[in-house]
């Protein structure tokens, strides 16, 4: 079964709005994390966000939001005020800090994300 | 930012050869990892290293080797590469702050021909 699932494969918004990306995780550690990275058409792989599910706030970077709904298991992101450099594929991730001592990061399969101008 | 970087940065081989990418870092991070990347499928992940000459597969290892003799280099060996081996590869580090996520390599193309 798919620990991470992205239901949107591709979302648009128009430039300046907020769109929010989803993502429902599955797992029985109470411990855990989650991570969004944005890959633009270039390829590199960049850290946006981080919450940590003991975290009583949702994590906040800038434009980046991380909406944390624990009961409900998903951690959707939030980008406000859109930019035409938004535009991107999006990855969701979870570690499970139980699982292991190898630090391995489970990923979901991305949305694809364009801000239209 | 943490200092990984891999090589090279694109390469074409020929089918049966055998191909090795590098990944260096700076940062003394114990932790590496070998992702390939193709539509549809998303990160897979081919092997990681906890240690100098610690390493275990990872979903997708048939078919790759890895060594790490140095804190610093982790290697990727494609044995006898095959056209399902045409993708991108990438390396990541686990930081040590921020939930210990990755720091990704700039990813290497991999076409096999």
């Known amino acids: 079964a798919q620990k991470i699932t992205q239901t949107q494969p591709g979302m648009f918004v128009q430039e300046k709005e907020a769109v929010t990306l989803d993502c429902t995780y599955d797992?029985?550690?109470?411990?855990?994390?989650l991570f969004w990275y944005k890959q633009p058409s270039s390829g590199e792989m960049i850290f946006l966000i981080y919450q940590g599910s003991y975290d009583q706030q949702n994590a906040t970077e800038g434009r980046y939001s991380l909406n944390f709904q624990k009961a409900r298991k998903s951690a959707n992101l939030v980008i406000s005020a859109s930019q035409l450099g938004d535009s991107a594929m999006y990855f969701c991730?979870?570690?499970?800090?139980?699982?292991?001592?190898?630090?391995?990061?489970?990923w979901g399969l991305g949305t694809s994300l364009a801000v239209n101008p | 930012d943490a200092g990984i970087t891999q090589s090279p940065r694109h390469k074409v081989t020929e089918t049966g050869t055998p191909v090795t990418l590098r990944c260096h870092q700076t940062?003394?991070?114990?932790?590496m990892y070998w992702y390939r990347q193709d539509p549809g499928h998303g990160l897979r992940l081919i092997h990681y290293?906890?240690?100098?000459?610690?390493?275990d597969k990872g979903e997708v290892s048939d078919g790759y080797s890895v060594s790490r003799s140095k804190t610093e280099d982790f290697l990727l060996t494609l044995e006898s590469a095959t056209s399902s081996q045409t993708s991108v590869y990438f390396c990541?580090?686990?930081?040590?702050?921020?939930?210990?996520?990755?720091?990704f390599g700039s990813g290497t193309r991999l076409t096999v021909v």
């Open positions: 940062e003394n991070h114990r932790y």
């Open positions: 290293s906890y240690g100098v000459k610690d390493t």
């Open positions: 797992t029985s550690d109470p411990s855990y994390g």
């Open positions: 990541a580090i686990s930081a040590g702050t921020g939930g210990y996520g990755y720091t």
């Open positions: 991730a979870m570690r499970e800090h139980n699982a292991g001592n190898n630090r391995k990061l489970i």
